[in-house]
């Protein structure tokens, strides 16, 4: 008995069948399409008051140059000394003489006061500081990422030790009750109003340095 010749199949209906199957497809799906956030921009202002000029004795000079040497206040130190030198800038008495006048007149050396409304401490004198931040160019990840976590452990350190004096807890220990206590939260925030993290970080530039 011969073999049956087995009839070749017709490739192209089926390509037509592929083709048409793939309009219905395309016809039917729904695509979904990213319409973008809604926004209007404000209306332009009128008058524009320029921000106030910063008494440069309220200013924490930082610079980093790009072998990773810190200078601070002009003076060449260790990061390891910046957290002191950092909170001893920072820092500010709530029981400063009542006397003392807004522009912190003869004393030269320290940051300017302003008395300040703090909810549950009341009435108080806190300091103006802000710190300037510059690095080099060539300032290395890991300095720039030590500079950041001194200056931070500084006012931890400082809102620790007041939030103990005021309250009988650390910061910390207020800042993980703030979620479940209104009191607690209070506090936390009378905390950061006497010690506002001001740390202002210009952009890095060619500050000195052999690299």
Do not use: H
């Not at 956030?37 to 404000?42: A, E, K, Q």
């Not at 800042?175 to 607690?184: E, F, I, R, T, Y």
Request: charged content about 25%.
């Amino acid at each position: 008995m011969g073999k049956r010749d087995i009839s070749e199949i017709n490739a192209g209906s089926m390509a037509d069948i592929a083709f048409l199957l793939l309009i219905f497809f395309l016809v039917t799906t729904t695509m979904d399409t990213d319409k973008g956030l809604i926004r209007r921009l404000p209306p332009p202002i009128d008058n524009v008051e320029p921000p106030d000029k910063v008494n440069q004795r309220n200013i924490f000079e930082i610079l980093v140059n790009a072998n990773d040497q810190l200078l601070v206040e002009g003076e060449y130190i260790q990061v390891t000394e910046l957290r002191a030198k950092a909170k001893e800038f920072i820092r500010s008495s709530p029981s400063y003489p009542k006397g003392i006048d807004e522009n912190n007149s003869g004393y030269l050396n320290m940051p300017a006061f302003k008395m300040t409304e703090i909810p549950i401490l009341g009435n108080m004198y806190v300091s103006k500081q802000i710190i300037s931040l510059q690095n080099d160019n060539g300032t290395s990840y890991e300095m720039y990422i030590k500079v950041q976590n001194e200056l931070v452990a500084a006012y931890n350190e400082l809102r620790n030790e007041f939030a103990q004096d005021k309250f009988g807890k650390s910061y910390v220990e207020l800042v993980k009750q703030a979620g479940s206590s209104d009191l607690a939260k209070d506090k936390m925030k009378a905390v950061k109003k006497v010690f506002p993290q001001r740390i202002s970080e210009a952009e890095p530039k060619r500050v000195g340095g052999d690299k």
